[in-house]
């Protein structure tokens, strides 16, 4: 099949970049930042699209850690892509063919999985080889590209959602490496990811000297009393309490989840003093809103009611709201085609030798060809549909999370998967999570 000048300009641009494009996501993968705290990634982000002629607005939604950059080249449509670069904290891995801790790294250091150093860098990469084509055959257009840190706990799109950074843009592309077999080297279809909504719960003891003692008669001292139970007794009650009704929020179908993390636990002190503040934070998952709606009354009910119990007044706050995703058959289409023109990825000789030391360091028989399948093999967007659909409900519209579900309430958008490095498992053999990691790096 013929590629037209203007795509071919683009795809010379990648192959005579190759390197830098390699070197660039190495830098990222080394800087390994978390969620909020990707400063180093976004400085280095925003002093390469300067040095490529863009203009970039930093902090960009009141983020410290997002950016904006814009470049135009005349009149014509708005094109708009994004990075993400955030780590995940307890995946220290360094890029070796065994289980290795980085030199000089805590065990629960971050590291990349999936691994968004790739995604950033690969996006980084279509927006700069677009705008050499535009400048070299005189293409009109502007190209708007986003730093979007913290999607693992889906934190910035909905903030430049809300602060209309997406409404200016005619169309959009989100990129993603692989997460496994399914729907690789495609464009998402109808099953778009599902909502994602997070919240804290402070748990807050004001006044411990109004709960009723019956210690000692007369003053007394603060060892020869009841005190109140107090925060930690509120937090631990809203653990427990959340446990037992998780099994009656919502139907055991719809792939939905509800997770917790104990952020901050009250003071304890020889004086016998109630624990005067606890935090408990929620997040979950679900294929609709009302669903998710549901989980956050089921929260607020046991939120007031151990509160109560504890001698504690509650408070809530938001971290996040997500909405779905919606689908665009235009985009997932056009998107395929051009997929179609450069082929999925091919590994050479050094990325399968790596593989097979893998392989080899965990007592495996390494594999003439360690790689699987479906993350060289293209997948046309009904096809890789009919996989998911097959694994869900019928009335299942949405999977999973991602924040790029904002941008497709305000533009065209499509989702390109394409394959990343990934090991054929032997019949009944699960690679271990650092393996997925090293293959990432």
């Given at each position: ?21 390699s070197d660039w ?23 390469r699209l300067r040095q490529e002629g ?388």
């Amino acid at each position: 099949m013929a590629i037209a000048a203007e795509k071919q300009s683009a795809l010379d641009w990648v192959e005579t970049n190759r390197q830098n494009l390699s070197d660039w996501h190495s830098t990222i993968w080394d800087l390994h930042e978390p969620a909020w705290r990707e400063y180093k990634s976004a400085a280095w982000y925003v002093d390469r699209l300067r040095q490529e002629g863009f203009e970039v607005e930093e902090a960009s939604g009141g983020m410290p850690t997002a950016f904006c950059a814009t470049w135009s080249n005349g009149d014509g449509p708005t094109i708009g892509s994004y990075a993400e670069y955030d780590a995940v904290p307890g995946n220290n891995q360094d890029r070796v063919p065994y289980r290795k801790l980085r030199d000089g790294i805590h065990h629960a250091a971050a590291g990349h999985t999936d691994p968004h150093s790739a995604l950033g860098m690969s996006a980084l990469g279509g927006i700069l080889a677009a705008k050499a084509s535009m400048e070299q055959h005189g293409i009109g257009g502007r190209l708007k590209f986003l730093g979007e840190p913290a999607e693992k706990v889906c934190g910035s799109k909905p903030v430049h959602a809300a602060k209309g950074y997406y409404d200016d843009m005619d169309a959009a592309i989100s990129f993603h490496p692989s997460f496994g077999g399914l729907r690789t080297n495609t464009a998402i279809w109808d099953t778009h990811c599902g909502s994602y909504w997070s919240c804290i719960y402070n748990f807050i003891c004001d006044e411990p000297e109004t709960w009723k003692s019956v210690g000692a008669p007369g003053p007394g001292s603060a060892h020869t009393v009841a005190r109140a139970p107090g925060a930690n007794d509120a937090l631990c009650l809203m653990y427990t309490t959340t446990k037992y009704t998780k099994e009656s929020m919502l139907p055991h179908t719809g792939t939905w989840t509800l997770n917790e993390a104990l952020l901050a636990t009250g003071d304890a002190t020889s004086d016998n003093l109630a624990p005067r503040f606890s935090q408990i934070q929620y997040s979950w998952r679900a294929p609709t809103l009302d669903m998710q709606q549901r989980i956050s009354e089921v929260l607020d009910n046991n939120a007031e009611h151990v509160a109560g119990i504890a001698h504690c007044r509650v408070e809530k706050r938001w971290v996040t709201k997500t909405r779905v995703g919606l689908p665009n058959h235009a985009m997932a289409e056009l998107t395929y085609r051009n997929l179609e023109l450069v082929g999925g990825p091919q590994w050479d000789d050094e990325a399968r030798g790596f593989c097979r030391e893998l392989q080899s360091s965990l007592g495996l028989e390494p594999m003439e060809q360690p790689i699987l399948d479906a993350m060289i093999d293209l997948c046309p967007p009904e096809k890789g549909e009919a996989q998911l659909r097959a694994m869900l409900p019928p009335w299942q519209l949405n999977y999973t999370s991602d924040d790029y579900v904002d941008w497709t309430w305000h533009t065209p958008t499509v989702r390109l998967i394409v394959g990343r490095c990934t090991l054929k498992s032997p019949e009944g053999y699960d690679y271990p999570g650092w393996s997925w990691n090293a293959l990432g790096g």
